[in-house]
């Protein structure tokens, strides 16, 4: 071949975009493909536990080792993107004090470092834990946001050459003479960024390799080329709280078990989960017993829960992955490792290989993985660097502090975007223009949002996970159409008010979960500013029906 | 000493105040309680009646004409046409000259801050020159640090849905230095004090304001702003605006927070103050008392004042607190309730049924309330008279969807009204 070997990436979760990063990195022609926005699958759908191994220390050690070693390694090249927030196991009277010692054992024999804390040292650094709550083991664990964490990897991948495409599914593969040779992709509104009212386009990418990390649908990845890959899909559900009851990741200490962890994340807590096969990844029930569960049973830890105020609740689907013959009847007993599907070795065909299964905690470990067999193929010796480079906006702490007081942006507001943006802080940031604060809840400014428009178009998801704006207490109420108001003149009214229709939407999805006390009235309140106050409900700028506005009032005769 | 009054109304909203002011032109000794800011403070401040149908067939350019066709049960079915008149006959006597649009019975266009028109029945003179069946083309200014009203992005889409003029849209950095954030308040502050009091600007803060604006008109016959022209001097802030542009001046509603919906209030607690009305807000009434042979009357509510509960005594009693936003109508998983007196309030048991899945979907979340009778009287599940002397009024009511019909401060001013008179008349 002579030139550099190109690479198909299919999929845009944390898998994807850790595989386009490494290789990219390593010197590979690399493409990446995701059919909805970046994390549009799992990663976006996550609990966002960094996990220090504590939960797979007594049944899943060689899991637990590597969540350890890749916490230290996260902490290190993405400290934008994690919150070391510490862990603690709880152990209440009726749990089993076996099971305690045991993950006290546990967690030794795989490093993860421990500390037994009484009841009241445990309340003393979480107040609201019950007061029968007997005794804790604090363990490192971590809060990380996996939209900045994706995108920060997508962006390292492109800064190596990469191109990246979102909003491309892939429906076909590209098989020649037994070989698996690229993939048929569908731009939803032609290749680059997502422009609402474009028209879409196929193309038809080749590559010396393609790599299936579309996760739960990778089994439809798999019969495009009539390969068998067994992947069952097992949904949890995750509800969102109004503010941070906790600053520490409280898991109770018990084998296994729904509604047993809360986490930490910006200014919500988040609890979790269920796990419940399904049939479909796109498709499946979202139930209310689910989001009851989380508040009754994590009430036995935080008994504050149980009146708190959620603000939405949402689902993710598990890619689980069963090697074909094992048979095993209950998702929960499906291992939580991962596996790299050689499929010349294991189908015959050559050109693709899947990667499946795993946890985002070792995304990168999974990627080094799989961009070493991938290398191996291609006869490409490069080493992986990836552990080492830290991610775009993750370089040096020290320096913005004093970089973000040029902005005049108030200390909450500065404080909130240098989280977010680390030491990209100061050239995003860095405007003449006006900044003002655009999403209240988040503290997010109108420099912040440009810059994530520049890089998603009329996508306003998109700039959402990039930014966090819409994702606090109002859900978008107050600024999902401010946010929109950022696109104009760039995209014109049509696509802005498009634009802003798909976000108002998919805000008010995961908010259904949650609507009574407070947050009914905040959706009542949203409702009405959007209906009544904008009347946005009835026919915009798109309806058929002209109005007669010759009809109405036009003011008094002679004016005032 | 025991609080004791011939009518007392609950709740300090749009509603309570025209209770309790059309209860006290009864003669009747009117004390009005309420806990927090009414919901006006985050509303437009636009008087809607009725813009669409509950069958979403609209703009309706008559009102009044589609109330027969309202099904039973409707806030207005239970009232009347007469009583829709009459509230806003009361509306109109109590805004005098800071509202117009009751020379016609017709509905009014006005231009919302996204650049939609929504149609309403009395507006805020202050937004009169804008409405959008007015042919004089319009220049609409936004400032750079006031998010929510793009006037380029709001006159496009005017542009867009065929109104009959041409609208230009100007973002303009408002003439006085300001922190990167500042309140819509801050904005109106400004213009009422005239003077930014720093070095940065010397002088008139609205001439400052003209002159940069003066260079963007190209001919148009008015400019409008988004609603922050002033606080407690709108009028003296939009005269000054005209006479240095030389054009017609108007606010685009904006909120929450609304400027013209302080101001309305502001207004109407004046006016309450004139009528003789008793004023007490920030305790909540939290219960009632009835004197034990009669179940049915209700002798006394009790308010929370720091913890000690305190009877308010009255022969009538108004409930006026709001929906689901005034705190008048509560939730939890379970269910949902009237907090003060448990009226009845209709709803399905499974949660999951109180919403849609389309965002602007048919919300029965949206109508709940209680339902009266045809005085006004909350009903029970069987349809009975939950207390002989107490009545609902505005958004605690069931069975109207205000956002969708854009038909909020209608059936505020209509069943305040009613219910005003009503307990007055029984004192
Ligand atoms: C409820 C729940 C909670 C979890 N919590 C944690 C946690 O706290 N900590 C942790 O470490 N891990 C957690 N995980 C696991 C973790 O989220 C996943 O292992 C990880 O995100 C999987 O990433 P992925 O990239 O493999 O898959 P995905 O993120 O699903 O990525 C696959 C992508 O492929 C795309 N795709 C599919 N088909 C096509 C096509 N035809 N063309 C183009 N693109 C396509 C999809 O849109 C999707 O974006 C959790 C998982 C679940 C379900
Ligand atoms: C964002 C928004 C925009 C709107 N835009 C428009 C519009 O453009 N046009 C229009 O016509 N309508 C509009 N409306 C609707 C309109 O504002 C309301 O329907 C109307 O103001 C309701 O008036 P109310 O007096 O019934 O209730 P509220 O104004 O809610 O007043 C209820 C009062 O009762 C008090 N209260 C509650 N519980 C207690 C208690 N236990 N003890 C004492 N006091 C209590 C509350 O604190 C509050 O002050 C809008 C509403 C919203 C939310």
Request: include cysteine; charge should be negative.
């Given at each position: 071949m ?42 976006g ?16 050690q ?34 089993s ?177 269920t ?73 015959g ?30 006869g490409?010796?490069?080493a ?102 950022e ?20 805000r ?16 009542m ?28 009032d ?7 | ?20 002011v ?34 979403g ?70 937004t ?12 609409l200014v ?33 003439p ?95 006016a ?21 042979r ?5 002798e ?12 308010y ?11 689901l ?13 009237e ?74 001013l ?7 008179r ?6």
């Open positions: 002579g030139a550099t070997p190109t690479v198909l990436v299919i999929g845009g979760g944390s898998t994807g975009c850790g595989i386009a990063r490494d290789l990219a990195m390593r010197g590979l022609s690399v493409t990446l493909v995701e059919q909805g926005n970046l994390t549009h699958g799992t990663t759908r996550m609990h966002g536990l960094l996990h220090s191994g504590g939960r797979y220390a007594v049944a899943d060689a899991s637990a080792r590597e969540c350890i070693q890749e916490t230290r390694v996260l902490e290190d090249i993405a400290s934008h993107c994690v919150e070391e927030t510490g862990g603690l196991f709880v152990k209440r009277p009726e749990d004090e076996a099971y305690f010692e045991r993950k006290l054992r546990g967690c030794a024999e795989c490093g993860i470092p421990t500390e037994v804390l009484s009841g009241r040292e445990a309340r003393q650094r979480e107040p609201y834990l019950a007061a029968d709550v007997d005794k804790a083991i604090a363990v490192p664990d971590g809060a990380v946001d996996p939209f900045r964490l994706c995108v920060a990897n997508a962006a390292s991948a492109q800064n190596h050459g990469a191109r990246i495409e979102t909003h491309a599914e892939v429906t076909d593969l590209l098989v020649e003479a037994g070989e698996v040779v690229g993939a048929e992709v569908t731009h939803e509104s032609g290749p680059g960024k997502r422009t609402h009212g474009k028209a879409g386009t196929t193309e038809e990418i080749e590559a010396d390799h393609v790599i299936n990390a579309t996760g739960a649908w990778a089994g439809r990845i798999g019969d495009m080329a009539g390969l068998d890959v067994n992947v069952r899909p097992s949904k949890g559900v995750m509800t969102v709280m109004n503010v941070r009851q906790v600053d520490t990741v409280i898991n109770r200490c018990i084998p296994k078990g729904n509604a047993d962890i809360v986490v930490p994340h910006e200014t919500t807590c988040i609890l979790g989960t796990d419940e096969e399904v049939e479909d990844p796109e498709d499946y029930p979202e139930a209310e017993w689910e989001v009851d569960l989380m508040i009754d049973e994590l009430s036995k830890l935080l008994p504050v829960l149980q009146e708190a105020r959620t603000i939405r609740s949402y689902w993710g689907v598990r890619p689980l992955y069963e090697p074909p013959g094992s048979g095993t009847a209950d998702s929960e007993d499906i291992t939580r490792d991962f596996f790299l599907l050689d499929h010349a070795d294991r189908d065909l050559p050109g693709l290989t899947t990667i499946v299964g795993g946890k985002f905690t070792t995304y990168r470990m999974m990627a080094e993985e799989l961009s070493d067999h991938v290398c191996d193929r291609l490409v010796s490069a992986c660097r990836t552990a080492d480079v830290p991610l775009p906006g993750s370089r040096d702490e020290r320096v913005l502090d004093d970089a973000m007081d040029e902005f005049g942006l108030t200390s909450p507001v500065a404080r909130r975007s240098k989280q977010r943006l680390g030491d990209r802080a100061p050239d995003v940031l860095d405007t003449d223009d006006p900044n003002p604060v655009v999403c209240s809840c988040e503290g997010v400014t109108r420099a912040e949002l440009q810059d994530a428009i520049a890089g998603s178009g009329t996508d306003l998801n998109a700039v959402r996970i990039r930014t966090r704006a819409s994702m606090g207490n109002c859900q978008g109420g107050f600024c999902a159409h401010a946010m929109a108001d696109l104009h003149p760039e995209y014109d009214a049509e696509q802005a008010s498009a634009a802003l229709d798909d976000l108002y939407q998919e008010w999805k995961g908010q259904r979960h949650a609507l009574w006390g407070e947050q009914l009235s905040q959706a309140l949203t409702y009405a500013l959007h209906a009544t106050t904008m009347n946005r409900d009835e026919g915009g700028i798109a309806a058929d029906e002209t109005v007669d506005f010759a009809a109405f036009g003011g008094t005769p002679d004016g005032d | 000493m025991a609080i004791e009054q011939d009518v007392l109304v609950i709740g300090g909203g749009l509603a309570g105040v025209t209770a309790a059309s209860a006290a032109r009864t003669g009747a000794d009117v004390r009005l309680v309420s806990y927090k800011q009414p919901t006006l403070r985050h509303a437009s401040g636009l008087i809607d009646v009725l813009g669409y149908t509950p069958d067939e609209g703009p309706l350019v008559d009102p009044v004409a589609a109330l027969d066709d309202l099904p039973e049960g409707h806030p207005y079915e239970r009232v009347g046409e007469d009583a829709v008149r009459a509230g806003l006959a009361l509306f109109d006597d109590l805004a005098g000259d800071t509202y117009e649009g009751n020379h016609t019975e017709r509905n009014a266009l006005v231009p919302t801050q996204g650049g939609r028109v929504k149609p309403t029945a009395r507006y805020p003179a202050s009169a020159a804008g409405l959008a069946s007015d042919e004089r083309d319009a220049l936004g400032f750079e640090r006031l998010v929510g009203f793009d006037a380029p992005l709001s006159a496009a889409q005017l542009n867009a849905a065929g109104a009959p003029f041409e609208a230009r849209g100007a973002t303009v950095e408002f006085v230095e300001l922190s990167a954030d500042p309140k819509v308040t801050r904005f109106a502050h400004l213009l009422d004090r005239d003077e930014a009091g720093e070095e940065s600007q010397d002088g008139s803060v609205r001439r400052a304001l003209a002159e940069r604006v003066t260079t963007h008109l190209d001919g148009e016959a008015r400019v409008g702003f988004p609603a922050v022209l002033g606080d407690d001097h709108p009028e003296d802030v939009r005269a000054a605006l005209e006479t240095h542009l030389g054009v017609d001046v108007f606010e685009v509603p904006m909120g929450p927070p609304s400027l013209p919906g302080f101001r309305l209030e502001d207004r109407l607690y004046d309450l103050d004139a009528a003789g009305v008793r004023i007490e807000t920030g305790n909540p009434v939290v219960g009632y008392e009835t004197d034990g009669d179940d049915d009357l209700i006394a509510v009790t308010v929370d004042r720091n913890g000690a509960t305190v009877p005594a009255a022969e009538q009693f108004v409930l006026a607190t709001g929906g936003v005034g705190k008048g109508i509560d939730s939890d998983r379970e269910g949902v309730a907090p003060i007196f448990d009226c009845h309030v209709t709803h399905p048991p499974d949660r999951y049924d109180w919403f849609e899945d389309d965002a602007f979907g048919d919300h029965r979340f949206a109508r709940f309330g209680v339902a009266p009778d045809r005085e006004l009287r909350p009903r029970d599940a069987r349809g009975t008279v939950e207390f002989d002397n107490l009545r609902a009024a505005g958004a605690v009511l069931g069975n109207y969807d205000f956002a969708a019909e854009k038909s909020g401060s209608g059936v505020s209509a069943t305040g009204h009613e219910a005003g009503l307990a007055g008349d029984d004192t």
